[in-house]
């Protein structure tokens, strides 16, 4: 279904870095958007590991769309783990029902894309809440039906945070998008203002939202996507090394020994990715913000990341100027700018700083 949906129009997504809504309209007829959610609310109570199965079958068509996909089910399941109230229940079924996409607004402007911080403060009104935020992006923020937006509770406490659902926000897009890969997920800056009742602010702490599912779950539905578009790019490394050798009477291109080195480097992420999901699945949410377990996730999203880059990268050089080419069966233009996202969507060396804390962390626990 994804190469039905997604692969056809990859590249004008990528050329016009518009929103693939052909492949979002397939997800939506499949009823895909509420995958995870629970069957007693309308869905079909996928797992991570499921989940994450999709994720990599859409990157292998389609980047864009898989990351889309991905960071709509991490709100997904922030609001499975962390909602409560009977309006947020009620959201989830309609999601189901309606086959609803959701958005994040975690990041802010003025905060050094801190989202542990909100400059943004939630204004209690009567019967409700009202809020006013700059966000560097927001990724298919114009095509969502909801947003989760991180607020500080009050503007003494820039750390004490609350996630909020704002359906239909208000958006003023503040800047352009056109960025070198992921070009379909659509993520121009906007001022965000929102308005709701005050049963669409969940209950937890955003900390806890944040360490307990959001980023480790964010972490490998991301490694998904390098996955998957490191599984597309050794596809054509080996169809243009099994072709080149047929042209050949057999004899293996310049390019085939590297072949086995991609071929190596594509298992390790394979297996990285996979076991990561499993143990999400595995482990209590509790137990994910532990030290140890986060530190863990974070490695896990660093090293997909600069091992998609290096997948990509060898079978560039496996197909040579095929591959250098922008048109013809195996260019890799398209996974190699998209696979470079991944070190920093959440900048790897940021979350290397924040490792070695949480390590200290754990060896004193």
């Given amino acids: 279904m994804a190469r039905t949906w997604a692969g056809p129009a990859a ?15 397939g997800l939506r007829e499949a009823r895909l958007l509420s995958a995870m959610v629970p069957s007693d609310l309308g869905g079909d109570g996928a797992s991570v590991a499921q989940i994450g199965g999709a994720v990599e079958a859409l990157a292998q068509q389609c980047a864009s769309t898989a990351l889309i996909y991905a960071m709509h089910q991490i709100q997904v399941a922030c609001l499975l783990r962390h909602a409560r109230s009977a309006a947020l229940r ?4 309609e999601t189901a ?41 927001i990724s298919y923020g114009a095509h969502a039906d909801a947003v989760l937006v991180t ?6 406490a820039p750390t ?5 659902l704002c359906r239909r926000p208000e958006l003023q897009q503040t800047g352009v998008w056109d960025t070198l890969g992921f070009r379909g997920t659509c993520g121009p800056p906007y001022r965000l203002r929102g308005q709701g009742p005050f049963d669409h602010v969940l209950e937890d702490r955003f900390g806890d939202i944040l360490a307990r599912t959001m980023l480790p779950i964010s972490h490998v539905l991301w490694a998904c996507v390098w996955l998957g578009l490191a599984t597309q790019a050794l596809g054509k490394a080996r169809r243009f090394v099994r072709e080149s050798a047929r042209r050949a009477s057999g004899a293996l291109p310049p ?20 076991s990561e999901a499993r143990r999400i699945d595995e482990t209590p949410a509790e137990e994910l913000a532990e030290p140890r377990s986060a ?23 496996v197909t040579g100027m095929a591959g250098y080419a922008n048109d013809g069966p195996y260019s890799m233009g398209r996974l190699l700018r998209d696979a470079y996202g991944g070190l920093v969507m959440v900048n790897n060396d940021r979350i290397a700083a924040n490792t070695a804390l949480l390590l200290l962390a754990a060896g004193e626990a």
């Fill in 11 to 25: 590249a004008d997504v990528d050329r016009h870095a518009r929103l693939p809504s052909e492949a979002l309209a």
């Fill in 90 to 93: 009620l959201f989830l079924q």
């Fill in 97 to 137: 029902e309606r086959q609803l996409l959701i958005a994040s607004a975690t990041s802010e402007t003025g905060t050094a894309k801190d989202a542990s911080s909100s400059r943004c403060v939630l204004e209690r009104r009567a019967g409700g809440f009202r809020l006013d935020k700059n966000v560097p992006v």
């Fill in 151 to 156: 607020a500080a509770r009050s503007s003494n």
């Fill in 160 to 164: 004490d945070q609350v996630l909020v």
């Fill in 255 to 274: 390019g085939g020994y590297r072949l086995v080195e991609v071929a190596r480097q594509h298992q390790r992420l394979a297996v990285l990715v996979r």
């Fill in 295 to 317: 530190a863990a996730s974070n490695n896990v999203k660093v090293s997909a990341s600069e091992l998609a880059v290096d997948v990509v990268h060898g079978a560039l050089v």
